[in-house]
Protein backbone atom coordinates (compact mmCIF):
# COMPACT_ATOMS: atom_id res chain seq x y z
CA UNK A 1 0.00 0.00 0.00
CA UNK A 2 1.03 3.26 -1.03
CA UNK A 3 -0.94 5.59 1.48
CA UNK A 4 -1.33 3.13 4.59
CA UNK A 5 -3.08 6.21 6.57
CA UNK A 6 -5.90 6.20 3.59
CA UNK A 7 -6.78 2.23 4.32
CA UNK A 8 -5.99 2.30 7.89
CA UNK A 9 -9.49 3.57 8.74
CA UNK A 10 -11.22 1.02 7.05
CA UNK A 11 -8.92 -2.21 7.77
CA UNK A 12 -9.60 -0.90 11.74
CA UNK A 13 -13.29 -1.11 10.98
CA UNK A 14 -13.02 -4.15 8.92
CA UNK A 15 -11.28 -5.95 12.00
CA UNK A 16 -13.99 -4.74 14.28
CA UNK A 17 -16.83 -5.80 12.46
CA UNK A 18 -14.97 -9.18 12.31
CA UNK A 19 -14.69 -9.43 16.07
CA UNK A 20 -18.38 -8.52 16.57
CA UNK A 21 -19.31 -11.34 14.00
CA UNK A 22 -16.90 -13.44 16.23
CA UNK A 23 -18.44 -12.81 19.65
CA UNK A 24 -22.19 -12.50 18.14
CA UNK A 25 -21.65 -15.83 16.43
CA UNK A 26 -20.23 -17.62 19.52
CA UNK A 27 -23.25 -16.85 21.57
CA UNK A 28 -25.61 -17.76 18.89
CA UNK A 29 -27.47 -21.36 19.20
CA UNK A 30 -26.33 -23.66 16.23
CA UNK A 31 -29.03 -23.00 13.72
CA UNK A 32 -29.58 -21.45 10.23
CA UNK A 33 -28.51 -17.97 11.71
CA UNK A 34 -24.99 -19.67 12.03
CA UNK A 35 -24.74 -19.68 8.12
CA UNK A 36 -25.26 -16.03 8.22
CA UNK A 37 -22.38 -15.27 10.32
CA UNK A 38 -20.34 -17.41 7.91
CA UNK A 39 -21.71 -15.01 4.71
CA UNK A 40 -20.55 -11.86 7.22
CA UNK A 41 -17.38 -13.36 7.81
CA UNK A 42 -16.68 -13.93 4.13
CA UNK A 43 -17.82 -10.66 2.89
CA UNK A 44 -15.44 -8.57 5.37
CA UNK A 45 -12.34 -11.06 4.19
CA UNK A 46 -13.16 -10.19 0.59
CA UNK A 47 -13.39 -6.10 1.60
CA UNK A 48 -10.46 -6.23 3.22
CA UNK A 49 -8.30 -7.87 0.09
CA UNK A 50 -9.80 -5.30 -1.94
CA UNK A 51 -8.72 -2.64 0.45
CA UNK A 52 -4.95 -4.37 1.07
CA UNK A 53 -4.86 -4.25 -2.69
CA UNK A 54 -5.90 -0.52 -3.26
CA UNK A 55 -8.66 -1.75 -5.71
CA UNK A 56 -10.54 1.03 -5.86
CA UNK A 57 -12.98 0.56 -8.75
CA UNK A 58 -13.15 -2.28 -6.96
CA UNK A 59 -14.18 -1.29 -3.74
CA UNK A 60 -16.32 1.54 -5.50
CA UNK A 61 -18.82 -1.05 -6.79
CA UNK A 62 -18.76 -3.37 -4.14
CA UNK A 63 -19.77 -0.43 -2.30
CA UNK A 64 -23.39 -0.07 -3.32
CA UNK A 65 -23.71 -3.96 -3.13
CA UNK A 66 -22.65 -3.41 0.40
CA UNK A 67 -25.11 -0.78 1.19
CA UNK A 68 -28.13 -3.01 0.00
CA UNK A 69 -26.80 -5.62 1.63
CA UNK A 70 -26.73 -4.24 4.83
CA UNK A 71 -29.76 -2.14 4.62
CA UNK A 72 -32.20 -5.06 2.77
CA UNK A 73 -30.41 -8.55 2.53
CA UNK A 74 -29.50 -9.21 6.33
CA UNK A 75 -30.97 -9.37 10.13
CA UNK A 76 -29.05 -6.94 12.14
CA UNK A 77 -29.03 -6.49 15.55
CA UNK A 78 -26.95 -3.51 17.53
CA UNK A 79 -23.52 -4.15 17.42
CA UNK A 80 -23.32 -6.11 14.33
CA UNK A 81 -25.50 -3.19 12.01
CA UNK A 82 -22.99 -0.64 13.85
CA UNK A 83 -20.51 -1.98 12.85
CA UNK A 84 -20.92 -2.85 9.47
CA UNK A 85 -22.34 0.89 9.04
CA UNK A 86 -18.78 2.00 10.07
CA UNK A 87 -17.56 -0.46 7.47
CA UNK A 88 -19.58 1.37 4.83
CA UNK A 89 -18.49 5.00 5.72
CA UNK A 90 -14.57 3.98 5.52
CA UNK A 91 -14.78 2.98 2.55
CA UNK A 92 -16.69 5.50 1.06
CA UNK A 93 -14.27 7.92 3.36
CA UNK A 94 -11.09 6.33 1.53
CA UNK A 95 -12.83 6.35 -2.17
CA UNK A 96 -13.19 9.94 -1.56
CA UNK A 97 -10.07 10.85 -0.39
CA UNK A 98 -8.21 8.90 -3.09
CA UNK A 99 -10.71 10.40 -5.83
CA UNK A 100 -10.33 13.97 -4.68
CA UNK A 101 -5.94 13.79 -4.00
Not at 79 to 100: D, F, G, P, W
Request: net charge negative.
Amino acid sequence: MTDDSEMDPVLEAIDEWLLEITCQQDSTPRNKRRAVFGAMREYAHRLRILCESERYEDLKSSLSCFHRWINDSMPWEGQLYEKAHLVETAISKAIRVRTTS
